[in-house]
């Protein structure tokens, strides 16, 4: 489908036996055939990059395992906790914050198995009742089939406490024929269901993507968006306020914007910081506000926003600055009296 590279000929081969990889027809169509800096080549065919050593480079560093509390919870937020459904995708993109759970062939994040029972994962979270908000992630949860899920998804609306239950999926951009009628029957069956999903590049937004997106909206179920900055592929102002355009246009809210985790085998999409408050910058104030996500960087002490505040306090009292740079006194900030 592609006129691979030497470089990615190599790449693919030493990969071998370290990093999974795996494309799906649909998502391989919408490459360039001809250049190996097309945007959606570089999130899913193996490049050379991913052998090389980065400094700080570790397989966790947002610290999924050190939360884990079952197999399958991971308990870092008071009030909510993800679920690591599978370690299996559609396409193992090459930037993943999981990439040793998902594609390390040596290496998952499950304690055990995968195929081992789900009871104890169950009872922590109804033995917790602060937890109010379930994520199923993976890996991909997409890749069960719909009977697999809504046994999943209906174990979870027993529990009396747990008042959202949410999906974090790449299949409406990956495999969009995924995202069936019948699905999204089903899920409309135990609502509130929230599907965050990730398109990283406005190639990802085609009419196959947008009419997925579009079933799940009739069906009640809220869509979200998480963009990672990515170096080459969406790290210009100009790319980044038409991927989000064209989420708005599909009616898919743009929710984050992480910052690159310094995993090991993604290290070389990271962008600088700077990079990204530029972007920002760019961003707030010349889009509408529902457009913009929230710049965050995801560590082992949660997520950490990385935009810079638009307040600042000296002795004559607070002081706001505007996204074109201009200054004013707030006259009157109220009381606690």
Same mark, same amino acid.
């Not at 699905?183 to 929230?194: E, G, K, N, S, T």
């Given at each position: 489908? #592609?006129? /691979?590279?030497?470089?990615?000929?190599?790449?693919?081969?030493?990969?071998?036996?370290?990093?999974?990889?795996?494309? &799906?027809?649909?998502?391989?169509?919408?490459?360039?055939?001809?250049?190996?800096?097309?945007? #959606?080549?570089?999130?899913? /065919?193996?490049?050379?990059?991913?052998?090389?050593?980065?400094?700080?480079?570790?397989?966790?560093?947002?610290? =999924? $395992? /050190?939360? +884990?509390? &079952?197999?399958?919870?991971? !308990?870092?937020?008071?009030?909510?906790?993800?679920? *690591?459904?599978?370690?299996?995708?559609?396409?193992?993109?090459?930037?993943?914050?999981?990439?040793?759970?998902?594609?390390?062939?040596?290496?998952?994040?499950?304690?055990?198995?995968?195929? *081992?029972?789900?009871?104890? =994962?169950?009872?922590?979270?109804?033995?917790?009742?602060? #937890?109010? =908000?379930?994520? +199923?992630?993976?890996?991909?949860?997409?890749?069960?089939?719909?009977?697999?899920?809504?046994?999943?998804?209906?174990?979870?609306?027993? #529990?009396?406490?747990?008042?959202?239950?949410?999906?974090?999926?790449?299949?409406? /951009?990956?495999?969009?024929?995924?995202?069936?009628?019948?699905?999204?029957?089903?899920? =409309?069956?135990? !609502?509130?269901?929230?599907?965050?999903?990730?398109?990283?590049?406005?190639?990802?937004?085609?009419?196959?993507?947008?009419?997925?997106?579009?079933?799940?909206?009739?069906?009640?179920?809220?869509?979200?968006?998480?963009?990672?900055? *990515?170096?080459?592929?969406?790290?210009?102002?100009?790319?980044?306020?038409?991927?989000?355009?064209?989420? *708005?246009?599909?009616?898919?809210?743009?929710?984050?914007?992480?910052?690159?985790?310094?995993?090991?085998?993604?290290?070389?999409?990271? &962008?600088?910081?700077?990079?990204?408050?530029?972007?920002?910058?760019?961003?707030?104030?010349?889009? $509408?506000?529902?457009?913009?996500?929230?710049?965050?960087?995801?560590?082992?002490?949660?997520?950490?926003?990385?935009?810079?505040?638009?307040? !600042?306090?000296?002795?004559?009292?607070?002081?706001?600055?505007?996204?074109?740079?201009?200054?004013?006194?707030?006259?009157? &900030?109220?009381?606690?009296?």
């Amino acid at each position: 489908m #592609i006129n /691979v590279t030497p470089d990615e000929e190599k790449a693919i081969v030493d990969s071998k036996g370290k990093y999974r990889w795996s494309i &799906t027809p649909y998502y391989a169509s919408l490459m360039d055939k001809d250049d190996p800096k097309c945007p #959606i080549r570089q999130q899913a /065919v193996p490049a050379l990059q991913e052998l090389m050593e980065y400094p700080g480079a570790e397989p966790d560093p947002v610290g =999924d $395992t /050190v939360y +884990r509390k &079952t197999n399958r919870v991971v !308990h870092k937020y008071p009030d909510r906790v993800i679920m *690591l459904v599978t370690e299996v995708c559609a396409v193992y993109c090459r930037h993943c914050t999981r990439k040793f759970h998902t594609t390390n062939v040596s290496g998952t994040y499950f304690e055990e198995n995968e195929t *081992l029972s789900w009871d104890l =994962d169950f009872d922590y979270i109804a033995s917790h009742p602060e #937890i109010r =908000d379930v994520l +199923r992630t993976g890996g991909d949860p997409l890749t069960y089939g719909d009977e697999r899920l809504e046994w999943i998804i209906s174990r979870l609306r027993q #529990i009396p406490h747990v008042e959202i239950i949410r999906i974090g999926s790449r299949y409406p /951009v990956l495999l969009p024929q995924r995202i069936t009628p019948e699905f999204c029957a089903m899920l =409309d069956r135990y !609502h509130p269901i929230w599907l965050n999903t990730h398109f990283n590049h406005p190639k990802e937004i085609t009419p196959e993507s947008a009419a997925a997106c579009d079933r799940l909206l009739r069906h009640g179920v809220v869509v979200q968006n998480q963009t990672v900055l *990515l170096k080459g592929i969406n790290d210009s102002l100009e790319t980044m306020q038409e991927l989000l355009k064209g989420l *708005l246009k599909i009616r898919v809210r743009p929710y984050y914007l992480y910052h690159c985790d310094n995993v090991t085998g993604v290290s070389h999409f990271a &962008t600088s910081i700077e990079k990204g408050r530029e972007i920002m910058k760019g961003l707030i104030g010349h889009m $509408t506000g529902f457009a913009v996500p929230q710049y965050i960087i995801t560590t082992s002490l949660g997520k950490i926003p990385l935009w810079e505040e638009q307040v !600042h306090q000296d002795e004559q009292g607070y002081w706001l600055d505007n996204y074109q740079g201009k200054t004013m006194r707030l006259q009157h &900030t109220g009381t606690d009296e």
